[in-house]
């Protein structure tokens, strides 16, 4: 397919198109790289319509079986889903958060719902720029929710919250767990926090929990004034608190909507999205500088040495990089 019939495809609502246009974007060739950005550059004006939702939590959460149960949910309300994800770990272990077929098996039946699995890549940055691209893509088809998952691991999570215009976090029913979130900062990036598996034995342990984190989130400083995190007790897998869910989201949207803070923070992320990117491909460079890559074993050996100074090492560095 060319790129023009890659872009017409996606107008009119061909998913191989758009499956297409994502396996561009993941492609490490640099034609096939070109093709992405211009199929990318001539969407733009289409995206920016769906609500971004990021959703992360540590493994055994219930990420998947949230993520299909709150899918099954909008798609009753007659939207179009879909379904990306950030997961660092593909580049080790070659799968992924998403990659295991019986993962959200109804929701990948759905005609109006659309999961593609972790792109892997050489770096976390490189992997969570192919998604953020991917999501962008989506937007253009016509998606009315696109749902990020991370898992609740490293620096994943701050990649997503970047590129979302909601973060939700997935906790367990363990009292004394939302210490160890305060302390990783995830709490501090998230715009909602969800105790899942809020049933049976499960119960009070997941009241106890929501008014624990309810209390930590007191004293945090709010990300803004218009916005208290809010706690909510659920079950994916009894499908209970889907609604609620959907409820916080709007609410969140008309209350951002209304004072410019939605759109201020997408502003934002783009600006920022543009200097990740260009931070990427100058460190990509620098290490693929043949001068640089020759000069490399030796100036380290003599940094780790003590014979040459780090802020002398790095000078002559770039003074190769630049004069060739
Ligand atoms: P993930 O690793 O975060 O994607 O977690 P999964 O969705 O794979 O769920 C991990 C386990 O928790 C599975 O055995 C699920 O059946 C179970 N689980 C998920 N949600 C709930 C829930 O709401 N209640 C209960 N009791 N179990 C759940």
Redesign the pocket.
């Known amino acids: 397919m060319t790129p023009q019939q890659i872009i017409e495809g996606i107008h009119q609502g061909k998913l191989r198109a758009l499956a297409k246009a994502i396996t561009l974007i993941e492609s490490q060739r640099p034609e096939d790289q070109q093709r992405a950005a211009a199929i990318l550059e001539e969407l733009l004006p289409r995206t920016g319509r769906s609500l971004r939702i990021g959703i992360s939590?540590?493994?055994?959460?219930?990420?998947?079986?949230?993520i299909e149960a709150f899918g099954m949910y909008l798609l009753q309300q007659g939207k179009k889903v879909a379904v990306l994800a950030v997961d660092p770990s593909s580049q080790i272990s070659g799968g992924s958060?998403l990659g295991d077929k019986t993962?959200m098996e109804l929701l990948s039946r759905e005609t109006n719902a659309f999961i593609r699995p972790s792109p892997s890549g050489d770096t976390l940055g490189g992997v969570a720029r192919k998604t953020r691209e991917s999501m962008l893509l989506c937007e253009a088809y016509g998606f009315d929710v696109i749902i990020v998952e991370t898992v609740g691991v490293g620096q994943s999570e701050t990649a997503v919250a970047a590129m979302v215009d909601f973060f939700l976090l997935?906790q367990l029913p363990n009292a004394g767990d939302e210490l160890q979130g305060i302390k990783k900062g995830v709490m501090e990036i998230a715009d909602g926090i969800l105790i899942?598996?809020?049933?049976?034995d499960?119960r009070p342990r997941a009241e106890l929990a929501g008014r624990q984190i309810e209390n930590a989130l007191h004293i945090m400083k709010p990300k803004s004034a218009n916005w208290q995190v809010p706690v909510h007790l659920?079950?994916?897998?009894?499908k209970e608190g889907m609604g609620t869910v959907w409820q916080m989201l709007e609410t969140y949207r008309e209350a951002m909507s209304e004072t410019g803070e939605f759109e201020e923070k997408r502003r934002r992320q783009a600006v920022d999205w543009m200097w990740s990117t260009v931070m990427e491909s100058l460190k990509y460079s620098f290490h693929h500088h043949p001068k640089v890559a020759a000069l490399l074993p030796q100036i380290q050996q003599s940094v780790a040495e003590g014979v040459t100074t780090p802020g002398m090492a790095a000078k002559r560095l770039l003074e190769t990089f630049k004069r060739h």
């Open positions: 939590g540590v493994p055994g959460a219930g990420k998947s079986t949230f958060i993962r997935l899942n598996k809020a049933d049976g499960n659920v079950s994916a897998l009894k």
